[in-house]
Antibody, heavy 122, light 107 residues
């Protein structure tokens, strides 16, 4: 079955770049029907969409995020990645990758990674 | 952005109870309203998509209803494994937004 797995540093210093990768297994990320998303959950809080990318490289970002965001895709590795620049403590969160875009599921996020806790601290 | 609210923010219930959670959108989301269940330390799981459609493997005690801006998640006959936090989400317009969650705990 399709699985997603986040990877990356668990600790990032303030003002540096947070980088995470999501590896997709059990399906090809090149399936253009889906988009590949990043969502975060601040400690004890709700869920916030960061953005998503299609295998074509087309992206959609949440303009409400104060931190500059870049999502990229590497179809040869079946991975997509997240970069948040100039992070602050407010970016400390659990970061999830997820699959969406199935019109039959109303674009709901049907498959999620297990989550990756990233702490921003010096 | 479309703002999502949920009520109550938390509730206490017993096994076998009927539980109802409400979600309201700041503007219409048509039928692009989804529900997720999240347990501590775990990723959210899709329960219901497009207002009332159960995702694969979701027990039939879960149901959803509503339209436009007002939606409801109902658990008919709460089971021990249902104690969790539930989030609604709109996928009508980007950025996709979630409600703040409703925590269902043991009475």
């Amino acid at each position: 079955q399709v699985q997603l797995q986040e990877s990356g540093p668990g600790l990032v210093k303030p003002s540096q770049t947070l980088s995470l990768t999501c590896t997709v297994s059990g399906a090809s990320i090149s399936n253009g029907a889906f988009y590949w998303s990043w969502i975060r959950q601040l400690p004890g809080k709700g869920l916030e969409s960061i953005g998503y990318i299609y295998s074509s490289g087309s992206t959609d970002y949440n303009p409400s995020l104060k931190t500059p965001v870049t999502i990229s895709v590497d179809t040869s590795k079946n991975q997509f990645s997240l970069k948040l620049s100039s992070v602050t403590a407010a970016d400390t969160a659990v970061y999830y990758c997820a699959r969406g875009g199935d019109r039959l599921l109303a674009d709901a996020f049907d498959i999620w990674g297990q989550g990756s806790l990233v702490t921003v601290s010096s | 952005d479309i703002q999502m609210t949920q009520s109550p923010s938390s509730l206490s219930a017993a096994v076998g109870d009927r539980v109802t959670i409400t979600c309201r959108a700041s503007q219409t989301v048509s039928t692009y309203l989804n529900w997720y269940q999240q347990k501590p330390g775990k990723a959210p799981k899709l329960l219901i998509f497009a207002v009332s459609n159960l995702h694969s493997g979701v027990p039939s005690r879960f149901s959803g209803s509503g339209s436009g801006t007002d939606f409801t998640l109902t658990i008919s006959g709460l089971q021990p494994e249902d104690f969790a936090t539930y989030f609604c989400q709109q996928t009508y317009m980007t950025p996709f937004t979630f409600g703040p969650g409703t925590k269902v705990d043991v009475k």
